[in-house]
């Protein structure tokens, strides 16, 4: 495996269920990022993990909790999700602290009914 | 104001033409500066890295300025595999904080 991979690559849901993301970077990154990409919105990010360090956008809900066992593994948790939730969730790595790019993965396309 | 904007586009041109897109940016302490790409239904990929002196790849070439706090991309001699969607990216100055602009649409028609 090269790069960065996510499974699922699309994942239907009800509303009352509970489901993972899961990411995974081969690239030795040590940030990896996750970011919602709603229609016609920019990338909003919803959380990094830098250094071993979490940094959380403030405005991402509660029934999203992510989790980084180690520097090449991310994982978000999703729990009574709403239908707006529905989007392409992007899990992203680069090399910290220097702000270099990031590597995108290909993204679970998520349909909450 | 918006962290990062862009022409709103869709920008239609033909094979062969030259198209420029623009973004600005709001935070002078951004540090890092990127253009994406991101054909449709799929992931953005680093078109390229945007320098202080500027620089070229190929077909397309960046440019910064700081003062003004812009960035554009020029794209010479399109080709059809060119349209997508053109991304901006600004790293925030405090390590991983990234921030993408809206993207700027582009169809080469041929």
């Known amino acids: 495996e090269t790069g960065v991979t996510q499974t699922p690559r699309h994942l239907v849901m009800g509303m009352t269920n509970k489901k993972s993301l899961k990411c995974e970077q081969h690239?030795?990154?040590?940030?990896m990022y996750w970011y919602k990409q709603s229609a016609k919105k920019p990338l909003e990010l919803m959380f990094v993990?830098?250094?071993?360090?979490?940094?959380e956008n403030n405005s991402v809900p509660s029934r999203f909790s992510p989790e980084c066992p180690n520097s090449s593994h991310l994982f978000l948790h999703l729990h009574t999700l709403q239908p707006e939730d529905s989007a392409l969730y992007l899990c992203a790595s680069s090399q910290a602290p220097y702000g270099l790019e990031q590597f995108f993965g290909p993204g679970t396309r998520l349909t909450v009914l | 104001r918006k962290e990062v904007e862009q022409d709103p586009g869709p920008f239609n041109v033909p094979e062969g033409a030259t198209v420029a897109f623009n973004c600005t940016y709001s935070n002078s302490a951004s540090q890092s500066f990127f253009w994406y790409r991101q054909d449709c239904r799929k992931e953005p990929k680093l078109l390229m890295s945007?320098?202080?002196s500027g620089n070229e790849d190929g077909r397309f070439t960046a440019q910064l300025n700081r003062a003004s706090q812009y960035i554009s991309l020029l794209i010479r001699d399109s080709k059809l595999s060119d349209s997508a969607t053109y991304l901006c990216?600004?790293?925030?100055?405090?390590?991983?904080?990234?921030?993408f602009g809206p993207g700027t649409r582009l169809s080469v028609l041929p």
């Open positions: 990216v600004v790293n925030i100055g405090e390590g991983q904080n990234f921030v």
């Open positions: 690239l030795g990154h040590n940030a």
């Open positions: 945007v320098y202080s």
């Open positions: 993990y830098s250094l071993e360090e979490r940094v």
